[in-house]
C-alpha cells in the first residue's frame, strides 16, 4: 500500500499564495522557509518536499503566475467578433493582475534580484499568452486588425493592457 501524501496541492496552492504575498508586500528578505511554513501553519519539511529549497519556491511562484494567468485567458469564450474578444482579453489581463497582485510583481518584476526563469519556466510563461496571440492572428486573417504583424500587434496589446 502507497504511503498517504501528506503534502498535496491545497497546502502548495497556499504556501506559493503565502511566499507571494510576503514578496510582494515586504520584498524578498521577508522570504524565509520558516517563516513562510509557520505562516501557513506547516513545517519547513513540507516546504522542502513540496518545492526542495528556495530557488525552486521562487521559481514555481513565477510559473504559477502565468499558469493560471494563462488559464484566465484561455478560458474566455471567442464570439467570432476579434475586436470584441481582444477587449475581453484585455480586461482578462487586468482581472488577473488584480486576483494574483501578489504573484504579478515576480511574473513581471524583479522582486528577487536573483531569479532569473529558467529556459522552460520562460516557455510556459510565452505559452500563456498564446490566447492573445491567437485572436490576434484570427483578427488579421479575417482583416478585422491590420497594419502590422500578429506578433507586433499582440505585443502592443500586452503592453497597453501591462
Request: no cysteine; proline share 6%.
Given at each position: 500500500?502507497?504511503?498517504p501524501?501528506?503534502?498535496?496541492d491545497v ?16 520584498g524578498?528578505?521577508s ?10 501553519n506547516?513545517s ?6 513540496l518545492?526542495?529549497?528556495?530557488p ?9 503566475g502565468?499558469?493560471?494567468?494563462g488559464?484566465r ?8 467578433d476579434h ?22 510583481s ?10 532569473e ?21 484570427a483578427?488579421?486573417q ?11 500587434i ?6 497597453l493592457?501591462?
Amino acid at each position: 500500500m502507497p504511503r498517504p501524501k501528506t503534502h498535496d496541492d491545497v497546502l502548495r496552492t497556499r504556501l506559493l499564495d503565502r511566499a507571494g504575498e510576503l514578496l510582494s508586500s515586504e520584498g524578498p528578505q521577508s522570504l524565509s522557509l520558516r517563516r513562510l511554513a509557520a505562516d501557513v501553519n506547516t513545517s519547513t519539511t513540507a516546504v522542502y518536499s513540496l518545492f526542495g529549497g528556495k530557488p525552486a519556491l521562487v521559481r514555481e511562484l513565477y510559473v504559477e503566475g502565468f499558469r493560471r494567468f494563462g488559464e484566465r485567458l484561455a478560458e474566455l469564450p471567442r464570439t467570432g467578433d476579434h475586436i470584441e474578444d481582444l477587449i475581453q482579453l484585455g480586461l482578462a489581463y487586468r482581472e488577473s493582475a488584480l486576483a494574483d497582485r501578489h504573484l504579478y510583481s515576480i511574473m513581471f518584476g524583479k522582486p528577487v534580484p536573483e531569479f532569473e526563469p529558467d529556459a522552460e519556466a520562460a516557455a510556459r510563461a510565452g505559452e500563456s499568452m498564446r490566447p492573445l496571440l491567437n485572436v490576434v492572428r484570427a483578427g488579421v486573417q479575417s482583416g478585422a486588425i491590420g497594419g502590422e504583424t500578429a506578433e507586433v500587434i499582440a505585443m502592443a496589446a500586452w503592453g497597453l493592457a501591462h
